[in-house]
């Protein structure tokens, strides 16, 4: 059963900490996203990548997010350093070719609360 | 700035009845619009894709529709069940190598 596995489920930090979230797409699977969603915001994208490539990541904080693919088996998502405001549940998600025109599969996210 | 909105935070209907969930965007001109179902604790899941010279698409008791005069989008589910009950987020991207952005959904509540 083909699945995004997503590390770790859960992370409580303080506030400073450094924090990465670590994302494994479907195998063969060469396009992967990053969103965050709260109650207030919803799905909010972070960051794309195509053949680890990224493609946008516009919607990222730069000054303190960062989105990689070391490979084609893992993606992360840093935050250095980390702020309450920074509480949310992020999504990662995987798809083979252009997601627009296939549909993508999301992991169970990970749930991080900066205190 | 571009804009996605889904009918209402909430909608509740008994079961058997049809629900109708509405995604209207402005400022934007998706070429593929998607579904998915999240359920608490969950990431988002698949539901349809619809592109931009379909009108409508169907699958099982689930029909979506396309209108890009009125930039609107329309979910149904006929024959609701209480296990239908969840979050729906409507999906656009404007191309092949565009993100989805999506809607903030709306809960749905299946009454028996």
């Known amino acids: 059963d083909a699945r995004v596995t997503q590390t770790p489920r859960h992370k409580v930090t303080e506030m400073g900490q450094e924090v990465t979230m670590r994302c494994q797409p479907i195998?063969?699977?060469?396009?992967v996203f990053w969103y965050r969603q709260t109650m207030m915001q919803g799905l909010e994208l972070l960051a794309y990548f195509r053949n680890r490539a990224p493609l946008d990541d516009s919607g990222m904080p730069k000054d303190r997010f960062s989105a990689e693919m070391p490979d084609a088996t893992l993606a992360t998502l840093k935050i250095q350093p980390s702020e309450p405001r920074d509480s949310a549940v992020y999504f990662c998600a995987s798809g083979l070719g252009p997601v627009p025109n296939t549909e993508a599969f999301f992991g169970q996210g990970t749930r991080l609360t900066v205190v | 700035s571009q804009k996605i909105e889904q009918n209402s935070e909430a909608l509740n209907i008994q079961e058997g009845k049809t629900a109708t969930l509405t995604c209207n965007y402005t400022?934007?001109?998706?070429?593929?619009l998607q579904w998915y179902r999240q359920d608490p604790g969950r990431g988002p899941v698949f539901l349809l894709l619809?592109?931009?010279?379909?009108k409508e698409k169907r699958k099982e008791r689930l029909k979506v529709t396309f209108d890009t005069t009125l930039k609107q989008s329309l979910f149904h589910i006929t024959a609701s069940q209480p296990a239908d009950s969840a979050t729906y987020l409507c999906a656009l991207a404007r191309g092949g190598n565009t993100p989805l952005v999506f809607g903030k959904g709306t809960r749905l509540s299946v009454i028996a």
């Open positions: 619809i592109r931009e010279n379909e």
């Open positions: 195998l063969g699977h060469n396009t």
């Open positions: 400022n934007y001109s998706p070429a593929y």
